[in-house]
């Protein structure tokens, strides 16, 4: 658990701090109690308290008496005191979300990827249907901390620019972060799709149970965020988490690096409408992709023998990658999520579940546990919003240090 520090020089580092806790606990806490879980003394406590209460974050709830003593008062997140918006970049739609401070969704809209647009265009685009999002929640515009943005990778990170992300070549090369900023008129942050994803997995966990886990992205693509310490891994240029072209099936399709059976050919929405029977041809329309995809669906569900087939073959794979990944990085705990898992992940779970156990490479000392993400269709778009969030609200051990001239 972090502790607090009572040196006058870190008022930020404590009121994040006790904010995080707050916001972590569904009924509040009381004075007393954050505390007893901060270490700061109760003057200390006292003065972030009334920080942030007069800076909206946080109200004094309803007082609880339990047991002998002064009833306590607790102290709870103010969830209208800030917003900030999410977006998520993906192949076959883009997601528009609007979240509260605690990470919640209030609004959302779907519109298909524009096509034949260049990227000032693009980006306008982006600007005005984010304010429109905005307005249609009715949120005041000085409490909207920022944009996030979750993008497939190359991304240069320090420069928030898309470099050739393969399946969206209309925003290749494009400085995403600085023209958005100047379109929307607000901060915004550009961050890999399956670290976004992560990060808003940790923001929506109260228990801290994702501390160190590993999560699966399964969209047009397939990919891998990672937390370790309560921290998403980026990686040293911001692309960690490709794992497309892992090796899981070397007679398999031929993927487009050349080699058979990798990851990302092989778990493909395209590939298995195609196997499957429900398109005729793998190349498929990106406005019909989710239509097809129910489809899929229904015939697992009503038994057909090629849906069937093809969807224990995913399990197979899917459960062969989690194993070979979990052997890499021992995280035990595997998040499983994104626009297809949502779509397909109530007929494949149980047949994942059930392929686990005869993987045989398998080295791990105890058995992996897979979680349904909870921020489900809005797994990216969710975590870019709370990548605003975290950025300004999570207490970091650095921002105790003290610079010097």
Do not use: N, Q
């Given at each position: 658990m972090k502790r607090g520090s009572n040196m006058p020089a870190v008022g930020t580092y404590n009121q994040t701090l006790v904010l995080d806790m707050i916001r972590r606990s569904p009924v509040g806490l009381s004075r007393t109690e954050l505390a007893e879980r901060t270490g700061l003394s109760a003057q200390t406590l006292g003065n972030v308290a009334r920080r942030l209460a007069a800076e909206g974050f946080v109200v004094?709830?309803?007082?609880?008496?339990?047991?002998?003593?002064?009833?306590?008062?607790p102290l709870q997140l103010n969830r209208t005191a800030r917003y900030a918006v999410g977006i998520h970049l993906d192949p076959v739609v883009d997601t528009f979300v609007v979240v509260d401070l605690s990470g919640s969704v209030i609004?959302?809209?779907?519109?298909?990827?524009?096509?034949?647009?260049?990227?000032?265009?693009?980006?306008?685009?982006?600007?005005?249907?984010a304010h429109a999002l905005l307005r249609s929640a009715d949120v005041p515009l000085d409490r909207v901390l920022g944009i996030g943005v979750a993008v497939p990778g190359p991304i240069d990170h320090d420069t928030g620019t898309l470099l050739t992300p393969p399946?969206?070549?209309?925003?290749?090369h494009t400085r995403l972060r600085e023209r958005l900023a100047e379109a929307a008129g607000h901060p915004v942050v550009v961050e890999k799709d399956v670290v976004a994803a992560m990060v808003g997995e940790l923001w929506a966990e109260a228990e801290h149970a994702l501390d160190d886990a590993a999560l699966v992205y399964y969209g047009a693509g397939v990919g891998l965020g990672m937390a370790v310490d309560g921290e998403a891994v980026r990686g040293r240029t911001g692309n960690a988490g490709d794992i497309g072209h892992l090796m899981v099936d070397p007679g398999g399709q031929q993927c487009s690096c050349g080699s058979r059976g990798c990851?990302?050919?092989?778990?493909?929405?395209?590939?298995?409408?195609?196997?499957a029977g429900v398109?005729?041809?793998?190349?498929?329309?990106?406005?019909?992709?989710?239509d097809a995809i129910d489809e899929l669906h229904l015939r697992i569900s009503t038994g057909d023998p090629r849906a069937v087939e093809v969807r224990d073959r995913a399990a197979g794979t899917f459960a062969l990658a989690l194993v070979l990944l979990n052997n890499l990085l021992d995280a035990d705990t595997f998040v499983i999520g994104g626009p297809v898992w949502n779509r397909l992940g109530r007929a494949l779970k149980p047949a994942l579940d059930a392929a686990l156990p005869t993987v045989r490479q398998s080295t791990a000392t105890r058995p992996l546990l897979l979680r349904e993400a909870r921020l489900g269709t809005d797994l990216a778009a969710a975590g870019a919003a709370s990548l605003v969030l975290d950025e300004a609200f999570t207490a970091r051990p650095s921002d105790l240090m003290i610079g010097l001239s």
């Open positions: 004094e709830g309803d007082r609880v008496v339990a047991g002998p003593g002064k009833p306590r008062t609004a959302h809209a779907e519109r298909p990827p524009a096509e034949g647009a260049d990227a000032p265009e693009l980006i306008s685009a982006l600007a005005r249907d399946l969206l070549p209309s925003w290749h990851l990302g050919v092989s778990i493909a929405p395209e590939r298995l409408l195609f196997d398109t005729p041809s793998p190349m498929i329309a990106p406005g019909a992709v989710w």
